[in-house]
């Protein structure tokens, strides 16, 4: 049996009169690329949020490894072993490339605050791993050229590097990417995609994808998740999703059904 | 005892219902606290001061000119301290720090040209009170209180009834989207800032005539921001509501307690609810824009 | 001669130290305070109570003084931050303990209310700020340098995004304000064996104004840009004997026309350092670019 590294259970969020997530339930297994589908409003971003905590679930159960993570705090529950990147991108805006990636190095480090203000020897040493290491994050997607940039003076397709490699940094178990394809032209999402692809692989990882791009979505994940209305359409492999009416219905419309028929 | 200190915290009560309004309107439309408006009401203080004294206008020009003289300094403030920010979407930290900066600017600009002298408003209304049942009210108090209202509703009356009154409601819930709709929000917000000013310019005039006119009176607008979370951040009606509930409360407490200890009780009650009940008694709590 | 520059320069370390703080607050975790100079009050009264009535030790009154500013810091703090105010209504909060801290200072017996404490030892002597300001700028440094100091530029950047990277927001900014108001009662211990007479009209907004001031003009995210901004703000208008009044005027119109027009202040988010003054020499002598 392979582990289950995230495990939704009948996961609920009511914010007031509206139910954004209703009864939410799968598992993503170790290793997999699983995808996260649906229509824009379907619930998928505030998934994520539940899952980092946050939000707060109003009823059912979100568990790491096992171990249930609903209702700790968010930087705690970074700290066992979730990264994720935004829809729209959070970087650091004045801080340097490299310095974005150190703060999520930062994350695992363990020197003290007496430490840091007499920087013992110990913390000069960190730092410098620090630094080294952090170039290496770089090093993996693409950016190391631009260490010393600041963030927002890089282009779009740049900053969305960053955001990744910021995610990896962290050295998390679970990888969650909120359309890391967003604004991107086919050309430079299929980079992504082998992108995504080479530093699961390299870096050992479980990733749940949110992503609009189809391409990108078929390219990547083993299993695919859809969602409508805050609520479970469909589940299944690839192929399986790519031939689902109800899926195909959600997406282009009724229409689409009734030319197929005619096409037919 | 207990009905005059009632009386009296509502005649208080009256004046921070009418600044709350104001800070509420701006607030409301731009999720952004005007730490400036405090000078704003001080200048409209001035205004009406030096309107009655050194021109010999009547009381009703000089309110008049007052509320004109606010609405137009208001706008300004907007247009060169805050609209340059917006543009730039620049974050809530900056904001604060340019209406800092302007309140601190007008202030200390009044303080070095006019001079740090407490005026008193020539007596408007005669320091007769009305006595009835044993408590008395000052008129001064009853005009205070009967203008505010009157203002408050008219305003309401706009914000209901008029198109530009829908459009500032709308604006209320997301600006953004009124924009997408048609509406000019850079005019609107330019007519929501001078309809703050009109209302400051009214209660930094009764403010002066019922206390001191001096260069930092405009500090009391802190029982407006107070005023404000009791009734609920992002209400209009709320922040009529917090601002008697203030008036009547803190008079309670200076009262029956001691007056040095009244803005302390204020301060501390503001804390409290932002902690325990954030959205006040009528309120849609705003997250602060990120 | 020297004995004016000296003292010039004496009031300059004295405030640079408060400021450093300050920065670090402001400038690095993005917190706006609009009572810092109850810090400086408590550390200055709390110093000059041990050395004046207790007959303690300077340096060890002096430490406690900041320890006293740290532990309030802690008290008012807690509630405040734990409470996720929004960034406006702390500084309101702020403002307020500021104005409880005031009413605390003139009415407890031991600091003799508003009539002052005088007849102070005069201890603070040029060496000695020289000594304190260095270490003080050290430790900033290093803190800024370490992962506590990031966790904190990162709460300042995008504290949404900082959650996501592990860091808790509640301790950062707790962290932040702690030492901001431990170097605040430090300056003031100074100030009280320096001047060697206080009360609690001198610690007014002016002083947080000013030290807001200079953090802004500064640079908010650099240690050295308020430091030249506070020796700037100290020795120009000393040298050009500008009264008080006209140089808040300046203040707070600079804190308008720096968020407008150059926000980053002087600084930017860089330090003072060798590759910068050749960059500058560079673009101003040689017109090349930096």
New interface residues.
Partial sequence: MSEHVLELRGVTKRFGGITACKDITFNVEKGQIMGLIGPNGAGKTTAFNLITGVYGLTEGAILLEGKAISGKRPDLIVRQGIARTFQNIRLFRNLSVLDNVIIALDCHETYLLGASFLRLPNVVKRERAVHEQALEYLAAVGLEDKAATRADAMPYGLQRKLEIARALALKPRLLLLDEPAAGMNPEESLDLARLIRTIHDQFGLTTLLIEHHMDVVMALCERIFVMNFGEKLAEGSAEEIQKDPDVLKAYLGEGFKRAQHTQS | MFVQTLLTGLAIGGIYALMAVGYSLVFSILNFSNFAYGSIIMLGAYISYFSMVKLGLPIGVALALSILGAALLCYLNERLAYAPLRKRRASSLFFMISAMGTAIFLENLVYAIVGAHFYAFPEVFTKRNITFHGVSIGVLDVFAIAFSFAAIYALHYFLQKSRTGIAIRAASYDIQVCSLNGVNDKHLIGLVFCLAGGLAGISGTFLGMKYIVYPTMGWITNKAYIAAVIGGLGSLPGAVVGGILLGVTETFVSAYVSSVVRDVFSFSLLVLLLMVMPTGLFGRFLEEKV | MWSYISGVISLGLIYVIATVGLAVF?GFT?L?S?GHAAFFAIGAYTAAILTYFYGFNFYVALAMGGAAGGLVGFLIGY??L??K?????F???T???G??IR?LLE?LPITQGARGLPGIRNETSLPVLMVVAFIVIW?AW??I???????C??IR?????????????FIGRL?SLVFSAFCAGLAGGLFAHYFCFIQPSMFTSYMS?QM?AAV?AGGM?SISGPVIATLIFIGIPEALRV?N??R??A??????LI??FR?QGLMG?RELSLDLVKGWYRRVWKGGRA
């Avoid at chain 3, 105010?85 to 209504?89: I, S, V």
């Avoid at chain 3, 340098?145 to 966790?151: I, Q």
């Avoid at chain 3, 995008?158 to 959650?163: K, L, N, P």
């Fill in positions: 402001t993005g706006f609009l509630p405040t734990k409470a105010l929004r960034t406006d209504y500084a309101i909060a403002l307020g303990f104005e409880a009413v009415n430790f290093n803190l340098h370490s992962r506590h100091g990031r966790a530029i990162a950047e995008d504290f949404v995004a900082a959650e996501m990277m592990g860091v808790n927001i962290r104004t807001t802004v995210g009264a009044i006209w808040l005027v203040y707070g119109l600079l804190l308008v968020m407008i926000p988010y």
